[in-house]
């Protein structure tokens, strides 16, 4: 069955930097557009940025943009996302998420596979 694990959470500094990693598995990855989002507590899950199958085109959401970067190895099976210049509103669980085929969608809704979750928390 298809399982998405994500790590690299934790607790920092605003301003400060991590790295999220996704492995997947039991799918065939290069087939499927990754995207990373996000929930705070009492708010919609959000889009944070997508990468299509190839890793050739990204998208970041407004909110983070010049600050995160997505990016895939599909040798690898994995999907990371770098943050930099991190503040507090990014404070949130991190999904990511997978979609087979072309396109990548902001809509949690697009995305047949899901992740756990990893906790991020930055403090100001």
């Known amino acids: 069955q298809v399982q998405l694990v994500e790590s690299g959470g934790g607790l920092v500094q605003a301003g400060g930097s991590l790295r999220l990693s996704c492995a997947a598995s039991?799918?065939?990855?290069?087939?499927?557009?990754m995207g990373w989002f996000r929930q705070a507590p009492g708010k919609e899950r959000e889009f944070v940025a997508g990468v299509s199958r190839s890793g050739g085109i990204t998208y970041d959401a407004d909110s983070v943009k010049g600050r995160f970067t997505i990016s895939r190895d599909n040798a690898n099976n994995k999907v990371y996302v770098q943050m930099n210049s991190l503040k507090p509103e990014d404070t949130a669980v991190y999904y990511c998420a997978a979609r087979p085929g072309v396109g990548v969608p902001a809509a949690p809704s697009s995305y047949n596979y899901w992740g756990q979750g990893t906790q991020v928390t930055v403090s100001s």
């Open positions: 039991g799918l065939t990855f290069s087939s499927y557009t």
